[in-house]
């Protein structure tokens, strides 16, 4: 048996699935914060496995989904200047802003590119030394240290035509302002996996301290998922929140202190713009001042010709804070499909309407 497989085992996800059944008895909601479980769970059949008195709610755990349509227009804004080449995951590219995607205005000239990596861009930028070269930062604690490490080296080689457009969000104060807001009455959460191998288990104390929920941190596969569920069954029931975690192999409780030094040395904290939350304090990521030389909203003038507007009849905004799912959306696989789509939770392959869409919902 390899090392995936143990994580597979369909005899012990029986046996965890006989326990949930067995077990729970009070009608629960929980959610998974990340991106990356809502598609795990849906293609695991974990919510049709439950009892039905077990809703599971899809998070605000993707980068994309959550990148709000005014910072869209300001990287759109940055694309259409003379001289500057933009580089961006490829998700990205699809996901409309005011008026046009990235990919939209590729297709009118402007020289966008996809990468697989800062390190891409570095080259790129090196490749280039006539051109300013833009990375457009998106992702949360996750991929933060890795355009931190990018920033770092074009100090260090001297390279002046490199810049973040940094537009990363912290994790932790978008899931208390969901729980703030009390529109979703949760009953646990399912934290995310590779933020926690990064930030620490530790950083979600604050679930079962302040709020007094049910909590666990899961990997990816389905008994890490099986697992994390019977866990919040076991703490519901028993009403006893306590922060669990089912995947040890991955995250510490102080996390990875290397990438976490590495995004401090290179990040300050500052507010941030949330999709249908709107700014919340203190939970981006802005270059330091030291770093001001590489920070693109620092050395380009950003103008929007308009003010910002949201897509009609997109519920994204609402999707990424549990208060709807897809299926109340009336764009949903009608007008809106992968190949086809209105909003960036369609777009993204973490996105909640993608996964409804690939693995059909449960109402
Ligand atoms: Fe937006 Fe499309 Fe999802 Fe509707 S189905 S909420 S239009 S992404």
């Known amino acids: ?93 699809r996901v409309p802003s005011s008026r046009q995607s990235l990919l939209e205005v590729r297709a009118e000239g402007a020289d966008v590119r996809i990468v697989y990596s800062t390190m891409d861009a570095l080259e790129i930028a090196r490749q280039n030394p006539l051109k300013k070269v833009i990375f457009v930062g998106i992702g949360f604690e996750t991929t933060a240290p890795t355009i931190a490490a990018s ?46 191998s990064i930030t620490g ?59 976490l030094k590495i995004m401090d040395e290179v990040f300050d904290i500052c507010p941030a713009n949330w999709r249908g939350i709107g700014i919340l304090p203190q939970s981006g990521l802005c270059l330091r001042p030291e770093f001001a030389a590489f920070d693109a909203e620092k050395n380009f003038e950003i103008k929007l010709s308009e003010p910002s507007r949201e897509t009609p009849g997109c519920l994204c905004g609402e999707i990424i804070k549990g208060t709807r799912t897809p299926l109340e959306c009336k764009l949903f696989s009608k007008v809106c499909t992968p190949e086809n789509p209105v909003g960036p939770c369609m777009v993204s392959s ?14």
């Open 151 to 196: 920033v770092i080296q074009a100090r260090n080689q001297g390279l002046a035509n490199y810049y973040v457009m940094s537009i990363h969000k912290i994790t932790p104060p978008v899931m208390r302002a969901i729980l703030d807001a009390g529109e979703t009455r949760l009953s646990g959460i399912i934290c995310p996996g590779h933020v926690s």
């Open 1 to 93: 048996m390899n090392f995936i497989e143990e994580f597979r085992s369909s005899q012990s996800g029986r046996t965890l699935l006989e326990y949930i059944n067995k077990r729970s008895t009070k009608p629960a909601r929980f959610m998974e914060f990340c991106g990356g479980h809502t598609v795990a769970i849906f293609r695991y059949g974990i919510r049709q496995l439950l009892p039905p008195h077990i809703e599971m709610l899809s998070g605000p755990g993707c980068p994309v989904c959550v990148t709000s349509t005014a910072d869209l227009d300001k990287v759109i804004a940055l694309s259409r200047l003379p001289g500057v080449i933009i580089c961006s995951f490829g998700d990205l590219l």
């Open 350 to 363: 973490e996105g909640t309407c993608a996964a409804y869409y690939h693995y059909g919902g449960k109402l």
């Open 201 to 259: 288990s530790n950083a979600w104390e604050f679930i079962p301290e302040e709020y007094h929920l049910a909590c666990a941190v899961s990997g990816f596969e389905s008994l890490d998922i099986l697992y994390c569920v019977k866990s919040l069954v076991d703490q519901v029931e028993d009403a006893t929140p306590r922060l669990d975690v089912s995947y040890s192999r991955a995250v510490k409780p102080e996390g990875n202190t290397a990438a």
